[in-house]
């Protein structure tokens, strides 16, 4: 299908079309999403495209309103472009008068007077106007709409694109990655050792409609907070490893795992709680179930107290706290509160990870961090939002924890980074997974976390940082278990790429 820009001379094509609306400076997953809403609606889908001005202001978006056209055309999902002079949404709803206008939720309540006439005469017109972000959903079907290679290939190319847009190349990269051992980190959270159990399935019980198994090996991960830190150590940076275990079997092969890697660690036993074991069962590479020992009730004062004091003897060691927080009890308020104090005032950047999987975290309790990591659903799940578009989204989530720095990650589709520029205005630059078939994802979150304590602590800008994460996501999700990823191996992924 081909885009095509509407002028005057074939206009006619397109009366009745579904129109959307915005300026699209930096095309992300949740465009894609909210374009793809709107193209079901029926008739040709057009954009009514916002010019290189906004009404009333000097504002100008990063691109100019023909690159931004190159790039929508790249998309293959519009139909045709109205160029709008600044914002005049009503002129193109004159030009063309659609059935359908398409907005996201975010102009539902706007109280714009363009969007109010533009509204008014659309309805004074027997057209319809619809309020959606998009189909959200956190799974991915691409891969049965297109070949596999045809997936990669442009996974590929929008990630080489998106290289462009930063002015990052390869060298950049690869000098970025040698900066990881200018890092001193200190990772902060719950320990969990991951099973893994291949098992042969024997058939359907008799006793009831339950699959049998039989156990064949097993094999144990660190894993939560403690793989943050093997994958920092790794990929060749300082850390140290401050969390809370039980006294068990688990802690000696975790105390094992730490001491090989010669990371700097103190675990702090607690006698009221087991050290957290996830058992996944495995039958030909797939996982059927998950079985988990584990407390979650936060720690007592006495516990704070004693990773307060671990935390401040390292002050002199670190200019990084990462905080990777699995919801099983050890990030306290008081912990929380203790640490942005002590950041504060030694001058220490603090990154922060609150997951939610079988447990509810809000990531919203980490407040004035340098760069927090969450994905979609613990987003929207802590704002209570299911139904604002990812950009809305995430510039709530910045103004509501005052967070410098967020990464959104969307799974299979990759992750955007949204940052201030030197105006104080939130902007945001996606970049695509680099692997669309992945064996196991359940450490990906980790080791992009990990990557960005590696280059922030280094001195690595934000951009080429995260560009460098999406190579050592891919790699994590590449095998079963949770496998730290080394440097010299994410250096050789850089370099065959072809950039």
Not at 110 to 124: A, H, R, T, Y
Not at 138 to 152: H, N, R
Not at 239 to 245: A, D, F, H, K, R
Not at 395 to 421: A, F, P, Q, R, V
């Amino acid at each position: 299908m081909k885009t095509v820009v509407i002028t005057e001379n074939n206009k006619d094509k397109f009366y009745g079309c579904t129109m959307t609306y915005g300026h699209f400076s930096v095309i992300h997953p949740g465009h894609i999403r909210y374009l793809s809403k709107a193209k079901k609606k029926g008739g040709k889908l057009v954009i009514a495209l916002i010019g290189d001005k906004k009404k009333e202001d000097t504002l100008k978006y990063k691109y100019s309103q023909r690159e931004r056209v190159d790039a929508l055309k790249m998309l293959n999902i519009v139909d045709g472009i109205v160029l709008l002079k600044e914002d005049f949404l009503t002129s193109a709803i004159k030009l063309l008068k659609p059935s359908n206008l398409f907005l996201g939720n975010e102009f539902r309540l706007s109280d714009n007077e363009e969007i109010q006439n533009s509204l008014n005469f659309l309805k004074n017109n027997a057209g319809k106007v619809f309020f959606d972000a998009g189909d959200i959903n956190y799974t991915s079907s691409y891969l049965l709409e297109e070949l596999k290679d045809s997936v990669q290939n442009k996974r590929i190319e929008s990630f080489k694109e998106a290289l462009k847009r930063q002015n990052i190349n390869k060298k950049n990269l690869l000098d970025s990655i040698n900066q990881f051992n200018l890092g001193k980190t200190l990772v902060l959270g719950d320990t969990i050792i991951d099973q893994y159990i291949d098992s042969e399935p024997l058939g359907i019980s008799a006793e009831a409609p339950v699959l049998v198994v039989r156990e064949i090996n097993k094999k144990n991960f660190i894993g939560g907070a403690a793989i943050v830190a093997s994958h920092i150590k790794s990929l060749g940076s300082n850390c140290n490893y401050v969390s809370v275990v039980g006294i068990d079997k688990i802690k000696k092969f975790l105390e094992s795992k730490l001491i090989s890697q010669k990371i700097n660690f103190n675990l702090i036993e607690d006698p009221s709680r087991p050290t957290t074991l996830k058992k996944r069962y495995i039958v030909e590479n797939q996982k059927i179930f998950r079985v988990s020992k584990l407390e979650n009730k936060f720690v007592q004062k006495e516990i704070e107290e004693k990773i307060i004091n671990s935390i401040n003897k390292n002050k002199n060691e670190i200019n990084t706290i990462v905080i990777s927080d699995f919801n099983y009890g050890v990030i306290t308020k008081t912990i929380l509160e203790e640490i942005t104090l002590f950041a504060n005032r030694n001058n220490i950047t603090l990154i922060g990870d609150v997951q939610s999987s079988s447990q509810i975290g809000h990531v919203t309790k980490l407040k004035n961090f340098d760069l927090i990591c969450a994905n979609e659903k613990e987003v929207r799940i802590s704002l209570n939002d299911h139904t604002s578009g990812i950009e809305n989204l995430c510039n709530d989530l910045i103004k509501i924890t005052s967070c410098k720095n967020l990464i959104i990650k969307l799974g299979s589709k990759g992750l955007i980074l949204y940052k201030y520029n030197e105006k104080k205005e939130i902007i945001s630059q996606p970049f695509p997974a680099l692997n669309i078939h992945p064996i196991d994802t359940a450490g990906a979150g980790d080791s992009l976390l990990a990557t960005m304590a590696c280059g922030i602590s280094g001195g690595v800008p934000i951009e080429i940082v995260t560009a460098i994460s999406c190579f050592v996501t891919a790699l994590s999700v590449e095998r079963m278990g949770n496998i730290p990823i080394t440097k010299d191996l994410l250096k050789n992924e850089v370099i065959n790429l072809e950039i």
